[in-house]
């Protein structure tokens, strides 16, 4: 079993900066990727950012692109999402995910940290 668990998340006035940090642990596994999603009150989940631990590939949502930067630190399986200029639409709960399998779903979550973003 793999546990992935997700801190800061806050309250933060528009234009501000948090930092998410997740970090997966458990019996012994291997990354594919890992990644940030988000969900927002009576809107579907969506994909924030992610990052593949073989090639390093990144990718973001069009949303966060050039605000956001997620980045990895391997050694501690641990991934960072550093988000600046926040806007009230990036309210949400900030989940994050890895993929153990390869195969591109996310199979093991965390519980969620809540970003609130006030105007």
């Known amino acids: 079993q793999v546990q992935v668990v997700e801190s800061g998340g806050g309250l933060v006035q528009a234009g501000g900066s948090l930092r998410l940090s997740c970090t997966a642990s458990g019996r012994s596994f291997r990354h594919s990727a890992m990644g940030w999603f988000r969900q927002a009150p009576g809107k579907e989940r969506e994909i924030v950012a992610a990052i593949s631990w073989r090639d390093g590939n990144i990718h973001y949502a069009d949303s966060v692109r050039g605000r956001f930067t997620i980045s990895s630190d391997n050694a501690k399986n641990t991934v960072y999402l550093q988000m600046n200029s926040l806007k009230p639409e990036d309210t949400a709960n900030y989940y994050c995910?890895?993929?153990?399998?390869?195969?591109?779903?996310?199979?093991?979550w965390g519980q969620g940290t809540q970003v609130t973003v006030s105007s």
């Open positions: 995910a890895t993929d153990t399998l390869g195969q591109g779903t996310y199979n093991y």
